[in-house]
């Protein structure tokens, strides 16, 4: 996997293979992300999976090396790796993220309504009144 011809990313029937060097990189962003037995070698580029609500991996083998970074991210806690053989040599780093997104908008909505209510129940006033 670490000749020099080998193609960025390579499907076949031996399964899928990415090799990535310096300056190389590969971003997949998707919904739901399933990965079974792909090989990535990453000596050098940079190689991002990002799932939305789902990223599934079993069964691959994950090589980062000379400075390459391999990222496994997903929002909403839906990150499942089963069987992976994960290697990070000379200065290459793994990351497995799984992030929980917070939801903004609910907490800008929401606060301000509970102030208003509060300030309703302790000084008998709407405290969009005082505001405007």
Known sequence: MN????????????GIRMNLKRG???KINATKCFMRDVEETVDGGNLEHRA????????????ASEGGQILNEAENGGLIQE???????????ITNR???????????????????????????????????
């Open 24 to 26: 190389d990189s590969i």
């Open 52 to 63: 939305t609500e789902k990223l599934v991996q079993s069964n691959n083998i994950m090589k």
């Open 98 to 132: 799984a992030r929980r997104k917070m939801r903004i908008i609910s907490l800008t909505i929401a606060i301000p309504l509970l102030a208003d209510i509060a300030s309703l129940l302790l000084f008998g006033e709407h405290i969009w009144n005082k505001l405007f």
């Open 83 to 93: 069987k992976n053989i994960m290697q990070a040599t000379r200065g290459g780093v």
């Open 3 to 14: 000749d020099k011809t080998e193609p960025l990313l390579s499907i076949g029937d031996d």
